[in-house]
């Protein structure tokens, strides 16, 4: 069974990067054809795609996200991490992992980690 999950630090301060793991069990990530994502949530902006990484480690960024973003893999763990910096309040949201097929869907989901940036 396909199974991701986020790890991360929980609660950031402002200007702070943030560091998120997302590990995959159940299916290698050098897959062909598949990407993995970070997405995330918030009440105020809704679902948003930060990055992906696909099957031969070409990534991809949000154009709005896209110079404060980095996103990177390790395929000896099967793990991929997000890395942004800069963080501030309005990147509270809660940070999902997600696998994407060749169609372009997200079809597994992690569970997800709240993310808070406060003082």
């Known amino acids: 069974q396909i199974q991701l999950q986020e790890s991360g630090p929980g609660p950031v301060k402002p200007s702070q990067a943030l560091s998120l793991t997302c590990t995959v069990s159940?299916?290698?990530?050098?897959?062909?054809?598949?990407?993995w994502n970070w997405i995330r949530h918030s009440p105020e902006k809704g679902l948003e795609w930060i990055a992906n990484?696909?099957?031969?480690?070409?990534?991809a960024y949000s154009p709005s996200l896209g110079a404060r973003t980095s996103i990177s893999r390790d395929t000896s763990k099967n793990q991929f991490t997000l890395r942004l910096t800069t963080m501030t309040p309005e990147d509270t949201a809660v940070y999902y992992c997600a696998r994407g097929t060749p169609t372009s869907e997200f079809d597994f989901w992690g569970r997800g980690t709240q993310v808070t940036v406060s003082s």
């Open positions: 159940g299916f290698s990530i050098t897959t062909n054809y598949f990407h």
């Open positions: 990484i696909d099957y031969r480690g070409t990534t």
